[in-house]
T-cell receptor, first 117, second 112 residues
Framework: GAVVSQHPSWVICKSGTSVKIECRSL??????MFWYRQFPKQSLMLMAT?????????EQGVEKDKFLINHASLTLSTLTVTSAHPEDSSFYIC?????????????FGPGTRLTVT | SQQGEEDPQALSIQEGENATMNCSYK?????LQWYRQNSGRGLVHLIL?????REKHSGRLRVTLDTSKKSSSLLITASRAADTASYFC????????????FGKGITLSVRP
């Protein structure tokens, strides 16, 4: 139980295009999901907290107009990188908490590697 | 800002040896969690210790928490080559729906 999937697992896009990454909780409902980015050999940096049915809460320094987050249902959150540039190339990971388990742990997706050429 | 800071940054040991990784943090927490990440993959939750707990065990894992020193340690006993991965501590400040703040991670290499 408590499985989180991401799609796609990797994507290559051209500079200036937009890319959408999906995060799904497969066997539980997640009212809150989190989006992180990770550069090679570095830690995870929280980008935003995605709340079902409301606007995402972005961390300081994260451009909300560039990284659009939509949490339209209890099992799906999407991250759209708009007008992507090479510096947006990174590993994007989502996570979710399962409120039904009364647990503080987060369940992570397998990540999406974005390469912008 | 980064909360957890792990040390060492890299650790190389022989299979069968124990691996000890440390994490320090700066502000009060509700709980502290350890995660593992294999190269290029997502994170796997290993163990959670609450602020009112001092030690927890899970299989070959033992985690301690010293809130007075704001530090935690993760011990992996009888290491295996398959334990090779990056390990992160993450602090949770307030509990429910709170965000995690991750440390920089420790790269553990277990030589067969």
């Amino acid at each position: 139980g408590a499985v989180v999937s991401q799609h796609p697992s990797w994507v290559i896009c051209k500079s200036g295009t937009s890319v959408k990454i999906e995060c799904r909780s497969l066997d539980f409902q997640a009212t809150t999901m989190f989006w992180y980015r990770q550069f090679p050999k570095q830690s995870l940096m929280l980008m935003a907290t995605s709340n079902e049915g409301s606007k995402a809460t972005y961390e300081q320094g994260v451009e909300k107009d560039k990284f659009l987050i939509n949490h339209a249902s209890l099992t799906l959150s999407t991250l759209t990188v708009t007008s992507a540039h090479p510096e947006d190339s990174s590993f994007y990971i989502c996570s979710a908490r399962d409120p039904g388990r009364n647990s503080y742990e987060q369940y992570f997706g397998p990540g999406t590697r974005l390469t912008v050429t | 800002s980064q909360q957890g800071e792990e040390d060492p940054q890299a650790l190389s040991i022989q299979e069968g040896e124990n691996a000890t990784m440390n994490c320090s943090y700066k502000t009060s927490i509700n709980n502290l969690q350890w995660y593992r990440q294999n190269s290029g993959r997502g994170l796997v939750h290993l163990i959670l210790i609450r602020s009112n707990e001092r030690e927890k065990h899970s299989g070959r894992l033992r985690v301690t928490l010293d809130t007075s020193k704001k530090s935690s340690s993760l011990l992996i006993t009888a290491s295996r080559a398959a334990d090779t991965a990056s390990y992160f501590c993450a602090t949770d400040h307030t509990g429910a729906n709170s965000k995690l703040t991750f440390g920089k991670g420790i790269t553990l290499s277990v030589r067969p």
